[in-house]
């Protein structure tokens, strides 16, 4: 674990945001052929000690309702990037999905100088068709 790579935002004392990001260790498992024994773990050790990854992914990221659309999620982002690319350890960080509907997180993805690599599609199956359907309001 890179403790840079784990970010929290308080107000008093109180937290009210977090940002998880972990290296990516899928790039160590394609050598382990679908196993995960004690041999396979020794190597990851030194696989990780040896050459270590030049990638992030995020696994969390939020903030407690009453302090959103305050601008504590873009300064979050922004101020931990900045750290981590100072580090210049990590070549690229992958900060999970954004639903199109969520232009605000768009926006900070590339105000960072983010890419789209992926677009998620979310599907959603009304068993009962009677009942009516609205899409999620876009926020912003």
Same mark, same amino acid.
């Given at each position: 674990?890179?403790?840079? &790579?784990?970010?929290?935002?308080?107000?008093?004392?109180?937290?009210?945001?977090?940002?998880?990001?972990?290296?990516?260790?899928?790039?160590? =498992?394609?050598?382990?052929?679908?196993?995960?024994?004690?041999?396979?773990? $020794?190597?990851?050790?030194? &696989?990780?000690?040896?050459?270590?990854?030049?990638?992030?992914?995020?696994? @969390?990221?939020?903030?407690?309702?009453? =302090?959103? @659309? $305050?601008?504590?999620?873009?300064?979050?982002?922004?101020?931990?990037?900045?750290?981590?690319?100072?580090?210049?350890?990590?070549?690229?960080?992958?900060?999970?999905?954004?639903?199109?509907?969520?232009?605000?997180?768009?926006?900070?993805?590339?105000?960072?100088?983010?890419?789209?690599?992926?677009?998620?599609?979310?599907?959603?199956?009304?068993?009962?068709?009677?009942?009516?359907?609205?899409?999620?309001?876009?926020?912003?």
């Amino acid at each position: 674990m890179d403790e840079k &790579l784990v970010w929290f935002a308080y107000y008093k004392e109180e937290p009210i945001g977090m940002w998880i990001n972990i290296p990516d260790l899928n790039q160590y =498992f394609k050598y382990f052929n679908g196993k995960f024994g004690i041999w396979q773990k $020794l190597r990851l050790l030194l &696989l990780q000690k040896t050459t270590p990854s030049r990638k992030i992914n995020g696994v @969390a990221f939020g903030i407690v309702p009453k =302090f959103q @659309a $305050l601008g504590i999620d873009a300064f979050m982002i922004y101020s931990g990037t900045l750290v981590i690319r100072k580090q210049a350890r990590y070549q690229l960080i992958e900060m999970g999905w954004a639903g199109d509907w969520n232009p605000r997180m768009l926006g900070i993805y590339k105000a960072i100088g983010g890419i789209q690599s992926r677009r998620m599609i979310t599907y959603r199956y009304n068993f009962d068709r009677s009942r009516p359907f609205e899409r999620h309001p876009v926020v912003g």
